[in-house]
C-alpha cells in the first residue's frame, strides 16, 4: 500500500478519519477528536503519513520531531481495515521516517 505526506487538500479526509477511528473512544472527548483547523496546526508542527489502498486513505499517523526524540500521535485506521496489520506497518514506516531524521526513539 501507497505511504504518501499529507497535504491541506487532505485535511477533510484526514478528520474524517481520525475521527471515526477514535469513535469507540467518544467518552474521553468533548465531542469529535479532531478538527480540521486542529489538523491544519499539526501539519505546521509535524507530519502526517498516510496510507492508501485502491486510491482511499485507510490509515495514518502523526510524527514530529522533537528535541532528541520523535513524538507519535493519531495512529488511526480506518474501521473496516482494523485488525489487519495496517497499524503496525504505520508504527514502522513511522520508526524508519524517524531513524532517517536521527532520532534513535520515539514516544507516544
Request: some cysteine; overall charge negative; aromatic content about 6%.
Amino acid at each position: 500500500m501507497p505511504v504518501r505526506e499529507a497535504t491541506v487538500t487532505d485535511i477533510d479526509a484526514l478528520t474524517r478519519l481520525v475521527n471515526a477511528a477514535y469513535a469507540v473512544e467518544h467518552f474521553i472527548y468533548d465531542g469529535e477528536r479532531i478538527n480540521s483547523t486542529e489538523c491544519a496546526d499539526l501539519l505546521t508542527t509535524g507530519t502526517i503519513l498516510m496510507l492508501e489502498q485502491d486510491e482511499s486513505l485507510v490509515g495514518c499517523i502523526y510524527l514530529e520531531l522533537r528535541e532528541d526524540s520523535g513524538y507519535v500521535g493519531l495512529l488511526s485506521v480506518k474501521p473496516s481495515h482494523q485488525h489487519q496489520g495496517i497499524g503496525r506497518s504505520l508504527v514502522t514506516i513511522g520508526e524508519t521516517w524517524f531513524h532517517s531524521q536521527g532520532r534513535k526513539r520515539s514516544e507516544l
